[in-house]
């Protein structure tokens, strides 16, 4: 964009593109985290009191990283892939506001979305222990 390779005409495609590409790795690094995560929660030793009353404790502890993680890469995709676009349309210079803005969005807004999904997910667990 900053280097003039895509004119207004082309955005829409390059966002396209961008969430394309956002899902197959929001997927895949989804996919692996919540493999790692609930294989972690069932094998802790910790957790063998909890298996016993919720022995689907392993796969919702799985389900929200997934979701979790999967949310938090769209929302980071999509706004990754708008915020030089906007900027453009405003009149800056996207190199200097994407990466700042991108990087403080990202961790708040994805960081929020990990945390109100696990806490929407386990408080409505909870109450089968």
């Known amino acids: ?3 003039g390779h895509i004119d207004s005409s082309h955005y829409v495609s390059n966002i396209k593109k961008e969430i394309k590409s956002g899902l197959l790795a929001a997927t895949v690094a989804a996919t692996v985290m919540s493999l790692i995560g609930g294989t972690w929660s069932y094998l802790d030793k910790d957790n063998r009191d ?3 009353t919720d022995p689907e ?16 890469m769209m929302i980071s995709t999509v706004f990754g892939a708008g915020t030089p676009i906007l900027a453009q349309l405003l009149k800056l210079d996207p190199a200097k506001i994407a990466g700042p803005l991108e990087t ?4 708040v807004v994805g960081q929020s979305f990990l945390l109100g999904v696990s806490y929407a997910i386990f408080h409505a667990t909870e109450d089968r222990i």
């Open 1 to 3: 964009l900053g280097t």
């Open 104 to 107: 403080a969005f990202q961790d």
């Open 50 to 52: 909890i298996i016993k």
């Open 57 to 72: 404790h392993p796969f919702v502890f799985g389900g929200v990283l997934f979701m979790g993680t999967w949310i938090s």
